[in-house]
Structure formats: C-alpha cells, structure tokens
C-alpha cells in the first residue's frame, strides 16, 4: 500500500459477556484497525494462556508489524504475526488458544479487509448498499454437538452443566479439524493459516463507512436482528450498539428462543468514517 493516509475517524466499545474474562481484543493505528476474538474454553477451570491472552499478544504483534512494514500484504503480516507468537511463547497446533482476526487498513486511495475466522468486516457503500465479509467454516463443524445444546436450550434446560459439558465435547471436536484442508481455518500456531484468510480491496470512493466486529456484536445483525443492515447499525455509537444487544440477550436469559453457546458473548465492535 502507499504511505498517504486520510483521516478516519474510529470509535470503540467492548463488553465482557458472561464467561470468567472478556477473550476480545482490538487493535487501532494510523491506518489500520482490527478485532481479535480470542476463543473461549468451556473447561471447568480455564488454562493459564487462554484465548483473551493469546489474543492480546497476536494482536500486540500485528500492530507492530503493521506499522514497521507497511508495503507487506496483509496475509503475509498476518503469518509472521502468528509465527512470531507462536515462536516467543512456544505454541504447538494441538494445545495452542486461538483467535478470529478482523482487519481493515487503508492509504488515501484504498481500504484493503482481512477476515481470519467467524469475525466480520461490513463496507457501507456510498448507495447504502452493503458487503459482509466473515468465514463461516467453523460452523460446519461438530454439527451433532451443535443441535443438541441447542435443542436443550430450546426446551429450556438453560446454560447448565450438561451445557457446559457439550460444548467442551464440541470445543475438543473442533480441534481436530482446526487449519487442516478439510476443516476450518484460524490464528493459532500454524502460521500458514493466515494464507487462508478472506481479502478484498477497494478503492475509496466505494466506501462510506466500516463496520468490525467480532461474532458476538455481529449478532445485533446476523441473528437477533436488532438492526435492519450494517448501514443502520454504522451510524450509532459503538457502546450504544453493544448494550442493545446485551439487553436482547437478557430478555431471553435461558437461550430458549435465541440458542448460543453462553448467556451473554463477549461483543467488541470499531465503527470507521472517512473525514
């Protein structure tokens, strides 16, 4: 990319949900943002290095090599961020936390986007119309597991043990099949998933505003509803947004009419506009 940069203005938030830290991350500089949902583990006493910690160091990483290697394509930035992590801390693929990336960075003529996992990036076009970009593989694993804790919220077992116990069983699932060619794709300590990420590139004028979020602000959008599109949602404040759907998942405190994995999900969501 070059090296002008025009000014955009980003505004933050993020809330912890329900689990014993808020795993989410974000990073912000001159000309870069991005979310880092780091994943949660549903083991009765949490490791040491979990997902928040992973988190906070891969992102502490990208944000350095953002800045000190500007003309390096994204995915490239975003393997030697991971194998740097990895490296440093000695990260092995089976045992590693993991974490979605959502990235966005621009100079005065471009905004290029990274997705790494079930995170989103959402362009506002200038028309209202509207882009979407998140990797979905992750849901195609362990589907058994899937349907039945939510068959079990559905009858109104609530996030009980049994809850907890599947989704440790569908967490141990996933690992299997995690940044192999027939799973799923994510930052771990496999440095050559980040080849695997999703990237587009536009130019300015086809952009009004970005919207990223990890999965559990997304939801205002993708699940619940709360907001008709990404254009809507782009124009209120990001703290505004989060306890909105905070509050829905209250309303529905057992995950009887809205099925997930914990009462509240950690949610961050960086709301950019051009100046």
Same mark, same amino acid.
């Given at each position: 990319m070059g090296t002008a940069n025009p000014h955009v203005t980003i505004t933050a938030a993020t809330r912890k949900g329900s689990g014993r830290t808020n795993q989410d991350r974000y990073i912000t500089g001159p000309n870069f943002a991005a979310v880092l949902d780091g994943a949660s583990d549903f083991t009765e006493e949490g490791p040491e290095r979990d997902g928040g910690w992973y988190a906070q160091a891969l992102g502490a990483k990208l944000r350095e090599l953002l800045i000190a290697e500007s003309e390096m394509g994204i995915p490239q930035?975003?393997? !030697?961020?991971? &194998? &740097? $992590?990895?490296?440093?801390?000695?990260? !092995? %693929?089976? +045992?590693? %936390? +993991?974490? +979605?990336?959502?990235?966005?960075?621009?100079d005065d003529e471009h905004v290029e986007t990274y997705v790494l996992g079930d995170s989103t990036v959402a362009i506002i076009h200038p028309d209202g119309s509207e882009d979407a970009y998140s990797d979905d593989r992750l849901a195609s694993i362990g589907g058994h597991l899937r349907r039945a804790y939510r068959e079990r919220l559905a009858a109104g077992s609530g996030f009980d043990d049994e809850h907890l116990r599947l989704l440790a069983s569908l967490q141990a699932e996933q690992a299997k099949w995690r940044n192999r060619e027939d799973g799923y794709w994510i930052a771990g300590a496999t440095s050559t998933a980040a080849s695997r990420g999703i990237v587009q590139s536009l130019e300015w004028p086809d952009v009004s505003r970005i919207a990223i979020a990890s999965d559990g602000a997304a939801a205002a959008v993708s699940k619940y509803r709360l907001f008709a599109s990404w254009a809507a949602l782009a124009?209120?404040?990001?703290?505004? $947004?989060?306890?909105? $759907?905070?509050a829905h998942e209250s309303r529905d405190g057992d995950g009887t009419a809205w099925a997930r994995s914990k009462r509240h999900d950690d949610k961050t969501l960086l709301l950019l506009e051009r100046s």
């Open positions: 930035l975003v393997e !030697r961020a991971i &194998g &740097g $992590v990895a490296s440093e801390h000695d990260l !092995r %693929p089976n +045992t590693s %936390p +993991t974490s +979605t990336i959502a990235l966005a960075r621009w124009g209120l404040d990001a703290q505004e $947004v989060l306890v909105a $759907v905070e």
